[in-house]
């Protein structure tokens, strides 16, 4: 064998591990297959939705609407099924959307057969399917950390976003076929019987569910939590704000496909079909290849390139007459589309805690499927108002020009965090006095002994540190400097009550424990900081409190002397 026959095949297994790897992983592999089967259901339904709208409602704004009405309740309903799906069991959650979508989709296809369907009634069904999806998807996709180890997330994410571009290869050209032979009921039927596979395979997961040392947050707590870490999260803020332009932009190619096939081409379903699939050929070479790119391009290089090639194929698709021609500007289209969306997918999963990953991943997915949602309703009024041509030009040229957001916000690399809980098993120092679980507010005082000419370094410091507490759930924090003993700084916390106080320490991670030690370098003492923690006590309630302790010291003092009686 020839030196570059070697390179060549020792760069074929490098591929090959690389990519293929999660599949070794049994329960990984039975989804995965499950849901490529659900996957072509979806787009079979989605393809006879978008074409039964232009047959009762030909407009261009109520086409767009189909997309909108799918799209709309992942921006809605994300959060809600993010908050769940970190506090309640993901996989019960997944296999209650699994059902519900299967009851609307034989619903859906029982009225269109009885010929009742219209069109407001079709975006109520698309809209009802759209929210089974919005509460299935943080569930799922937060679970693949719990079907492979860590460092297989980034190829086992890249291998979900090939399933579901090898159904969107030949799926939406069979929808087309079949809307065109049997009608868009069928479609509609098939839809359902997709469901079937992944709910038995859902069902015999044995889920090995995180050991909890503490009551679960409620709802509201979960989502308040979720935001906040999102908000107080500079890595995840760049993420969100790209993912929200690219598929605001991104959305026109997709709300107006039905229309370039019909107006722009002249062609019917099953031309629509070959589009769509022409798209889902692209994005399966942008998920085979994406790998092999991550490794010798940053995060921010593979979105920025992903930003000019799908806004130059829009553009492309617009002013194009010839069927051949689209359809290449759409396998561009498509391998930057997943590109791009496997990059944010990836680089959120790696850049959020367990705790909050399921949160992190329907922010994600609210933003980035809510900027579809808006972006196909304005892009299809805009088409309405003045033409499709311009719509999709003008879409298409600011997607463009958008990868210069890189120079204000990059996509960070964030595979090197080590997110484990830095305290995963430990548990607080016990109180001296009796607390309960809603026992607080509980406050926190640290006190650094800080030279006089190491100060604005140490408040530097310690502004990422406040970032740290604030965005794990301490409130009020403050940062005190003594005045009569300048070289005493004490920083102040709370929180709300003792259970909260537990939760913020177990959501320190490695990573930031970084940020902690470089603040204690800052201290100049042999003896650590000095951490003192205080129940808030209401004044009312002291008397009989200082009673109270009183009287139980005076028992352990009668227990402990028995000269006292």
Request: glycine share 8%.
């Amino acid at each position: 064998m020839s030196a570059a026959q070697d390179a060549g095949g020792s760069r074929f297994e490098r591929w090959r591990t690389a990519t293929l790897a999660p599949f070794q992983v049994r329960i990984f592999a039975a989804i995965w297959i499950a849901t490529l089967v659900s996957t072509f259901g979806s787009l079979i339904q989605s393809v006879g939705a978008s074409w039964l709208m232009i047959s009762i409602a030909p407009s261009a704004d109520m086409v767009a609407l189909v997309q909108t009405s799918i799209t709309l309740p992942i921006m809605l309903l994300s959060l809600v099924a993010g908050a769940i799906s970190d506090i309640w069991d993901r996989r019960r959650l997944m296999l209650i959307a699994q059902g519900v979508m299967l009851a609307v989709s034989i619903a859906l296809a029982l009225v269109t057969w009885r010929g009742l369907i219209t069109p407001w009634m079709l975006l109520s069904f698309t809209f009802v399917l759209g929210c089974g999806a919005a509460m299935y998807g943080p569930a799922w996709q937060s679970s693949v950390g719990e079907q492979v180890p860590r460092e297989l997330v980034p190829s086992a994410v890249a291998l979900n976003s090939l399933g579901f571009n090898i159904a969107r290869t030949v799926g939406p050209a069979i929808g087309g076929a079949i809307v065109a032979a049997f009608g868009a009921e069928f479609a509609f039927a098939i839809n359902a019987l997709s469901y079937i596979g992944l709910i038995i395979v859902l069902g015999s997961w044995r889920r090995v569910a995180p050991k909890a040392t503490l009551p679960p947050e409620s709802l509201g707590v979960a989502m308040l939590a979720g935001l906040r870490y999102a908000r107080l999260s500079p890595t995840l803020v760049a993420i969100f704000t790209r993912a929200l332009v690219f598929g605001l932009l991104g959305s026109s190619l997709w709300a107006l496909m039905p229309l370039i096939a019909r107006d722009l081409i002249g062609g019917g379903a099953l031309t629509y079909g070959v589009l769509l699939g022409a798209f889902g050929g692209g994005a399966v070479l942008g998920a085979l290849t994406i790998a092999h790119l991550r490794q010798r391009m940053s995060n921010e290089t593979l979105v920025g390139a992903a930003c000019v090639v799908f806004g130059l194929a829009t553009i492309v698709s617009a002013v194009s007459p010839w069927h051949a021609t689209t359809m290449l500007a759409l396998v561009g289209a498509g391998a930057a589309w997943v590109v791009s969306l496997s990059t944010f997918n990836t680089s959120v999963q790696v850049s959020a805690p367990r705790w909050v990953v399921g949160r992190a991943v329907a922010i994600y997915q609210m933003l980035t499927f809510g900027g579809l949602a808006i972006g196909s309703w304005l892009w299809g009024e805009l088409a309405h108002g003045v033409s499709l041509r311009a719509s999709l030009v003008a879409s298409g040229a600011i997607m463009t020009l958008s990868f210069l957001l890189g120079r204000w916000l990059r996509v960070p690399q964030a595979e090197h965090l080590d997110l484990d809980s830095l305290r995963a098993g430990s548990s607080a120092l016990a109180p001296r006095i009796d607390v309960v679980a809603q026992s607080g507010p509980v406050v926190i005082n640290v006190e650094y002994r800080v030279a006089p000419e190491d100060s604005v370094a140490f408040a530097e410091a310690m502004l990422e540190l406040q970032r740290v507490r604030r965005r794990d759930g301490a409130r009020g924090w403050t940062l005190l400097h003594d005045m009569d003993h300048p070289e005493i700084w004490i920083e102040r916390f709370h929180s709300p009550t003792w259970v909260a106080h537990l939760r913020r320490r177990l959501r320190l991670t490695k990573a930031d424990h970084a940020i902690e030690d470089r603040v204690r370098r800052f201290h100049r003492s042999a003896a650590p900081p000095v951490i003192r923690r205080y129940l808030e006590r209401p004044a009312t309630a002291m008397t009989a409190l200082a009673k109270s302790d009183a009287e139980r010291i005076g028992e352990r003092t009668a227990r402990t002397d028995p000269s006292i009686s």
